[in-house]
């Protein structure tokens, strides 16, 4: 079951919409990532849908980067929507130069949506 805003860690941007792959071994999952925190985030796939406490390498360009970022996660919730699936991940090792850009991007954002308002 998702958590609540008042229980997330950090704040999550949306609409963030990027495309993604999870990797783990032989398994590979395409998808959109559609909500990003420093922590964590949404996916939503048409795809079969992994199973919770499923691990994967989250495979995303995040911000300016040439090269996709490889961040290890894990899925805390699933829920169908729509005909696609869309699960939670959090983060469980981020590389320092991705915890950068996260950061850089979750700033980003609130930078522009507080000018918006």
Do not use: Y
């Amino acid at each position: 079951m998702p958590r609540s805003h008042e229980q997330r860690r950090s704040q999550r941007i949306q609409p963030f919409v990027a495309p993604c792959r999870l990797v783990e071994g032989g398994r590979h999952l395409s998808g959109f990532v559609v909500e990003l925190s420093v922590h964590g985030a949404r996916i939503s796939c048409e795809e079969e849908a992994p199973s919770v406490g499923d691990r994967f390498v989250l495979e995303v360009r995040l911000g300016k980067q040439v090269a996709h970022s490889h961040i290890a996660c894990e899925v805390k919730w699933v829920k169908p929507r729509d005909g696609r699936h869309d699960f939670g991940l959090t983060f469980t090792k981020v590389e320092p130069e991705d915890q950068r850009v996260l950061e850089e991007i979750v700033e980003e954002f609130k930078r522009r949506a507080s000018q918006l308002a």
